[in-house]
């Protein structure tokens, strides 16, 4: 399969400018738009065949007139995900979490996410 990458963007502008981008940005080679909002918010994402060509394009982006911050937010590398699904159909461990037959309606959390990030701190 041919090694692709794709990210998801989100691009923040003055709200005057987010219909002009919303035209703009889609004309970069690999640019799609997706989401807007009239507070100037534009979500995009971009499709490269290489690392190199997309951050390329996130600077094309990042130059386009009225465009404030464009920031990655995700990105998703094919060769990486084959290389992990070959890593994990070559290992014979399964983890005993995922062999366990439990009915997830009697799954509780009774923990407190406030505390469990305070100690990570």
Known sequence: MEDYNVSSVVVMCKAKDV???WER????LGVECHFKDESGKIVITIEA??????????KQVEAQ???ILAQMMYSYHQK???NLEEKMQQSS???NIL???IDAKN????????EHFKKMK
């Open 19 to 21: 219909e002009s981008l």
């Open 25 to 28: 940005l889609p004309k970069i």
């Open 49 to 58: 065949s290489c690392i190199e060509e997309e951050i390329k394009t996130l």
């Open 65 to 67: 007139e009225g465009v």
């Open 80 to 82: 990486e995900l084959e």
């Open 93 to 95: 461990e399964v983890p």
């Open 99 to 101: 062999e366990e037959q």
């Open 107 to 114: 799954i509780f959390y009774g923990g407190n996410i406030e």
